[in-house]
Antibody, heavy 117, light 112 residues
Framework: EVHLVQSGGGLVQPGGSLRLSCAAS????????MHWVRQAPGMGLEYVSAISNSGGSAYYANSVKGRFTISRDNSKNTLYLQMGSLRAEDMAVYYC??????????WGQGTLVTVSS | DVVMTQSPLSLPVTLGQPASISCRSSQGLVYSDGNTYLNWFQQRPGQSPRRLIY???NRDSGVPDRFSGSGSGTDFTLKISRVEAEDVGVYYCMQGAHWPYTFGQGTKLQIK
């Protein structure tokens, strides 16, 4: 069974940094692209960032480009999202997701990022 | 970016009755490999999203057969043959054919 267990959320001041982690199990982690998706309070779902299975290619939504960095450690079966220069509009629940057949086959439990002074 | 437009945004349904959600994309969703990457997700209150349908009409493992997907080109539909109480939540369509992946606004299904 696929498990994606997230950690690292919390309260951060505007302009601050935070790193999210997503520990994967139950599948061949190094074979799959992984994404981060977020959901602002009471709102819909928004793609944030993507990384290829090898980690050699990374992509970002325009709203986070230059501020967020996605990475993965295939030896540890773990996905990361380093978030910097955080803004109020980055406040959301962040989900990691495994990509299969052109969509998100599995999701993490979500982690809340609160940006407030 | 590809815009995904869902309707209705609110869907009150009587238990045991059918329900249908429409999703229209601003561009066709056939990828270069010939597959159509249109997905449907269910998000129950307080839970992570869960994929129900991939590639227009394929049910994910464990998804009840009362859920079905159809469509082509830019018009797609999710149907629930007989709504049950556990189906309450928000339903999203999502395209994975063009970069970046984009979602519809969501349709909130509630019991009448």
């Amino acid at each position: 069974e696929v498990h994606l267990v997230q950690s690292g959320g919390g309260l951060v001041q505007p302009g601050g940094s935070l790193r999210l982690s997503c520990a994967a199990s139950g599948f061949a982690f190094s074979s799959y692209a992984m994404h981060w998706v977020r959901q602002a309070p009471g709102m819909g779902l928004e793609y944030v960032s993507a990384i290829s299975n090898s980690g050699g290619s990374a992509y970002y939504a325009n709203s986070v480009k230059g501020r967020f960095t996605i990475s993965r450690d295939n030896s540890k079966n773990t996905l990361y999202l380093q978030m910097g220069s955080l803004r109020a509009e980055d406040m959301a629940v962040y989900y990691c997701a495994r990509v299969e057949w052109g969509g998100y086959a599995d999701w993490g439990q979500g982690t809340l990022v609160t940006v407030s002074s | 970016d590809v815009v995904m437009t869902q309707s209705p945004l609110s869907l009150p349904v009587t238990l045991g009755q059918p329900a249908s959600i429409s999703c229209r994309s601003s561009q066709g969703l056939v990828y270069s490999d010939g597959n159509t990457y249109l997905n449907w997700f269910q998000q129950r209150p307080g839970q992570s999203p869960r994929r129900l349908i991939y590639e227009v009409s394929n049910r994910d493992s464990g998804v009840p057969d009362r859920f079905s997907g159809s469509g082509s080109g830019t018009d797609f539909t999710l149907k629930i043959s007989r709504v049950e109480a556990e189906d309450v939540g928000v339903y999203y369509c999502m395209q994975g054919a063009h970069w970046p992946y984009t979602f519809g606004q969501g349709t909130k299904l509630q019991i009448k």
